[in-house]
């Protein structure tokens, strides 16, 4: 049974998501899951996304809400969740960012860091 380590609720506003990122953050490291040398990478692909729930998946409409959710596994792994109300999107048809690009590598850099990653329309 997995064991909810953090859960938060909140509108899609970044001055909103700053706070809660930076708790699941340190429920991240109390918990064990972080090290030093891990926490930079964990917590750009948490913001990533947030950032990405808020801006594509609720379109910044602040009344929209996203959920983040921290489980830790009874085999000790940590699964991170975040949910937004928007109408889903087809991964594979995000195309990769232009190396001029100055945005658009939040899912790249997600896959890169993240030893699982998973979409779920639900």
Same mark, same amino acid.
């Not at 959920?67 to 999107?89: K, N, P, Q, S, Y």
């Not at 993240?114 to 329309?121: G, L, W």
């Given at each position: 049974? /997995?064991?909810? +380590?953090?859960?938060?609720?909140? *509108? ?8 809660? @990122?930076?708790? =699941? ?5 109390? /918990?064990?899951? +972080?090290?030093?040398?891990?926490? *930079? ?8 996304? @947030?950032?990405? =729930? ?41 195309a990769a960012p232009r190396q001029d690009q100055m945005g658009g590598r939040g899912i790249c850099l997600i896959r890169h860091f993240m030893d ?7």
């Amino acid at each position: 049974m /997995a064991k909810i +380590l953090f859960s938060a609720e909140f *509108p899609s506003t970044f001055d909103a998501m700053s706070g809660v @990122l930076d708790a =699941a953050m340190a429920s991240l490291t109390g /918990a064990g899951h +972080l090290t030093r040398e891990s926490e *930079p990478e964990v917590r750009l692909c948490l913001e990533e996304a @947030l950032v990405n =729930a808020i801006r594509h998946g609720n379109g910044l409409i602040a009344d929209r809400k996203v959920r983040l959710e921290l489980r830790e596994g009874a085999d000790g792994c940590c699964t991170i969740r975040v949910h937004d109300e928007g109408g889903g999107f087809t991964p594979e048809e995000v195309a990769a960012p232009r190396q001029d690009q100055m945005g658009g590598r939040g899912i790249c850099l997600i896959r890169h860091f993240m030893d699982c990653v998973r979409f779920n329309r639900n």
